[in-house]
């Protein structure tokens, strides 16, 4: 007896696409290897866009606001929602990495100038 399986169909947040891991595995020869390039470089464009978030929102940081304050500052809001739309650190890593930008030494991982 057959089942037929319905799934929920979700859709797609941008820049999302399937990837075929051969085309991954390519660059360097070993999808593992890909594959931890990728991470590596993610978790630093991670760190780095935490740190230019915190610095700018920073600037906002006062002990003396009230509530009201906080809540109206347009700025500190245009400056979340810009971060907020940014691709994930993993997409932006993945598509550097496929654009031949990443330079692997060693162990180390860094974008080419």
Known sequence: MDKIR????????????????STIKDV???LYKSLTIISER????GIELKEE???????????TDTLEEVL?????IEISKFYEKLPH???????????????????E?????
Request: avoid cysteine; proline fraction near 5%.
């Open 6 to 21: 319905h799934f929920k169909t979700y859709e797609m947040p941008e820049g999302i696409e399937p990837k075929n891991l």
């Open 53 to 63: 978030i915190n610095d700018k929102l920073e600037e906002f940081a006062s002990s």
């Open 89 to 107: 650190p993993t997409i932006i890593a993945l598509q550097e990495f496929m654009d031949g930008k990443l330079n692997v030494k060693g162990e």
């Open 72 to 76: 109206e500052n347009r700025e500190q």
């Open 28 to 30: 360097s020869g070993n």
């Open 42 to 45: 993610s978790n630093t464009i």
């Open 109 to 113: 991982v860094s974008e080419e100038e």
